[in-house]
């Protein structure tokens, strides 16, 4: 089973960006997926869930009207276009399968 996060970088307040996670090992299409982020010095922050087909999803108030995720099931793929960036989504960013997996991260810089 692996998770690689990928799309991460430096960003001015107000960009935008686009993460991406591959799936593989395991039956994409079956699993809910999540985002979830860690800041420096600080704990884990889930910010968006997408169910197994792409039709539902959820989000923090946090980053609700700015993020969004999604899903391409036949490129086993997760993404997560982020708008309105702020210095305070800065994170690291991983991607995680509702049955236990996740990957190693990719880092989210919003700075001027």
């Known amino acids: 089973v692996q998770l690689v996060e990928s799309g991460g970088g430096l960003v001015q307040p107000g960009g935008s960006l686009r993460l991406s996670c591959s799936a593989s090992?395991?039956?994409?299409?079956?699993?809910?997926m999540s985002w979830v982020r860690q800041a420096p010095g600080k704990g884990l922050e889930w910010v968006s869930e997408?169910?197994?087909?792409?039709?539902?999803?959820n989000y923090p108030d946090s980053v609700k009207g700015r993020f969004t995720v999604s899903r391409d099931n036949a490129k086993n793929t997760l993404y997560l276009q982020m708008n309105s960036l702020k210095p305070e989504d800065t994170a690291l960013y991983y991607c995680?399968?509702?049955?236990?997996?996740w990957g190693q991260g990719t880092q989210v810089t919003v700075s001027s």
């Open positions: 090992g395991f039956t994409f299409s079956r699993y809910y």
């Open positions: 997408i169910n197994s087909g792409g039709g539902s999803t």
């Open positions: 995680a399968a509702s049955q236990g997996s």
